[in-house]
């Protein structure tokens, strides 16, 4: 087999494993699709390993029956360093988040969000409402 077309079969093979791989993750707009339901008090994901650079695609849902919010926050903050926070100081912390008033009982929010770098320490979704995270709102999340 020449150089070329051994390149050409590595690129097929490649191409092919790719297609395996992604093709039930990826969305239309190649993002990953990230499903978060809340409860009282729970965070579930249907992803919880992320990678750097890939857009993910977060449909969160509030199953419970009271509001709730979604963060992506820094989980060195435990529950009583966070009660000492006001809400603007844990916001300006947060990856990413989406505020209560949007996510009422049965209410389902989108939103697509890309981590630039692993970022330093650990991460965890958190719902930061008063007493909801030391009730148990909280879930870890590693990256690759
Ligand atoms: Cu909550």
Do not use: W
């Amino acid at each position: 087999m020449s150089y070329k077309k051994f390149l050409v079969f590595v690129i097929a093979a490649a191409t092919l494993l790719l297609a395996a791989c992604g093709g039930n993750q990826a969305n239309t707009d190649g993002a990953v699709d990230v499903r978060v339901t809340l409860g009282e008090f729970t965070i579930k994901s249907s992803v919880t390993e992320f990678e750097p650079g890939v857009q993910y695609h977060f449909i969160v849902t509030n199953e419970g029956v009271v509001p709730h919010e979604f963060m992506i926050m820094p989980v060195a903050l435990d529950g009583m360093e966070m009660a000492g926070m006001s809400m603007e100081e844990k916001d300006a912390l947060a990856f990413m988040m989406i505020e209560a008033d949007e996510l009422p009982p049965g209410a389902t929010v989108e939103a697509d969000y890309t981590f630039t770098s692993a970022p330093e320490g650990d991460i965890e979704f958190v719902c930061a409402l008063p007493g909801h995270f030391e009730a148990g709102m909280h879930s870890s999340i590693a990256f690759k």
